[in-house]
């Protein structure tokens, strides 16, 4: 079964809100590595509303908007290419080469793991929430920002029980930001 990979940008207060930690190009190329390696991308509805918004146009038209670098082009190619998974009750229909999710959400990641091999990547907030009370997180990796912000939304917040991790690896950046990747303890 492929493993299934979290990755997200948390301030050293514990936010996790995507415009609270600081943006760099080493940061990116990390970032663009780590969408790489995985079969697929795991997304609920605000996430994935949020990455189409941002990286779609510019990645299939070489029009940057005002706010993107030259060197976030690489991450906007790779997530524009990437096959994506929606996870949405609320969503009819989606694109950006995805496929809605639904019903029992166990099963159906079950399912997606049994069928990839390179593994599958997962990001946002609620649905990770999800997927850790189901112990389906095979792999959890926290970007440490060395900024306070004082304000949510948190990572895990309402989790019914403890997920015990043990620490695989550590890359530091140049920015102070500190990769950090932890396994479940089974």
Known sequence: MAPLRYSINVTLDGCCDHRAGSVDEELHRHATANLARAEALLFGRVTYEMMEAAFREPARTGVRPDWMEPWMEPFARTIDAAKKYVVSSTL???DWNAELVRGDLGKAVQQLKREADKGLFVGGVKLPLALAELG???EYEFVVHPRVVGHGPTLFAGLSKHVDLKL???LEFG???VAMRYEPRR
Do not use: H, N, P
Request: proline share 0%; glycine share 8%.
């Open 136 to 138: 389906l997180i095979d």
């Open 92 to 94: 009819e229909r989606v």
């Open 175 to 177: 920015s102070g930001a």
């Open 168 to 170: 695989v690896s550590r």
